[in-house]
């Protein structure tokens, strides 16, 4: 089969729910990926994060082949060999003290929601069914229908609802903001330490310190969703770590699993998870041993392979590289770690997409994000030489 045989058969049988770049992939390694054509790319999307650890990290591989022939699920009506060291090695890790496993990172999402729901009132004594959450403008936390119906992108609600009732938005980036909306009825506050699918868009130096101190001042919850800017994308392994704070939950997905399998979890305090007693959340595969077995190994090779400090290191290269571009489409270039975006102005003569599709043809794969960002992030194994070889590209599209 030819490209076009492949897209016109997701045209005709597939939802329409996506508009990928028309490029058909069949193989990948490390940063790299291929077409069913042999022509190669730099992937600098990394599933939004997912891959982390790179493309089929053969460790992870190992271990996945390994695991799926010996136990795969168990359901949590029984234990396994694998959860009780996920557990404990992700609790020391990021120095939890407990841990709930789910698949996607909508799930990790939906589980805080109704965790700190129940500690509001429980624990805090808040009204019963009162429960209001804090969330922001332009998050993206999943797509489930909870979750949209605190969306403030009109195309991810519109003739969705009727929606799920007890949300607030204000601004993101605007502590007084928060302050100003606390009642005794908030249980939380879950915001993106830098919200991703937005474009990428960096808080004021001093927010999240300052989140942290309204949270803990109102006996309010601090949920960070670190599905994407977690485990290592920014150049810590949690961004929190950026500010020196610690949220009472903390989410993580995406690269939990090293794009093998969906793993997500949340992280909490002893307060909020402890709460949930026998029968009131679960998940059939949340914890399975495969799940359980690969997670841990993709949060092995991130530490022993240093690809937190690669991050840190081939991140700060990249954006001051970047920012050496010359170009008047250009905005802004902002980033941290490898989470870089390129925003560029309302009347660029060249769209986010137009710039996707020409780096597509010079082999960098990357989204654009909204109309007029285009994000890079590529897998934290990338070396200077790739780093460069993406750079070269990039300059080309912009200088010519
Ligand atoms: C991707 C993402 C999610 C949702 O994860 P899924 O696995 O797609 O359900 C939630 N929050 C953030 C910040 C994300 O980037």
Known sequence: MKTQDYIDIED?????????????????????????????????????????????????????????????????????????????????????????????????????????????????GVEPDKAEIIVCENNFHGRTLTIIGFST???????????????????????????????????????EPIQGEAGVIIPPEGYLRQV??????????????????????????????????????TLIGKALSGGYYPVSAVLSNQAVLGLLKPGQHGSTFGGNPLACAVARRALDVLVKEKMVENSAKMGAYFLSRLKLIQSTAIKEIRGRGLMIAIELHTDSPISARQVCEQLMLKGILCKETHTYTIRFAPPLVITKDEVDFCLDRIRSVFEK
């Not at 790179?54 to 959860?83: W, Y």
Request: charged letters at 25%.
């Open 153 to 191: 992108d009109e195309n991810a609600r519109k003739n969705f609802g009727p929606f799920v009732p007890g949300f607030k938005v204000i601004p993101f980036g605007d502590a007084k903001a928060l302050e100003d909306a606390i009642t005794p009825h908030t249980v939380a506050f879950m915001v």
């Open 12 to 124: 005709q049988y597939g939802a329409h729910n996506y508009k990928p770049l028309d490029v058909v992939l069949s193989k990948g390694k490390g940063v790299w990926v291929w077409d069913i054509d042999g022509n190669k790319y730099m992937d600098c999307l990394s599933a939004y994060s997912a891959v982390n650890q790179g493309h089929c990290h053969p460790q992870i591989g190992k271990v996945m082949v390994e695991q799926a022939s010996r136990l795969t699920l168990t359901s949590r009506a029984f234990r396994n060999d694998q959860l009780a060291h996920l557990y404990e090695e992700l609790c020391k890790l990021t120095r939890s003290h407990k841990v709930l496993p789910m698949n996607s990172g909508a799930e990790a999402v939906e589980t805080a929601i109704k965790s700190v729901r129940k500690w509001g009132y429980e624990h805090k």
């Open 212 to 249: 942290r101190e309204i949270c803990t001042a109102h006996n309010v919850v601090l949920v960070l969703d670190e599905i994407q800017t977690g485990l290592g994308r920014t150049g810590k392994l949690l961004a929190e770590e950026h500010d020196g704070i610690e949220a009472d939950l």
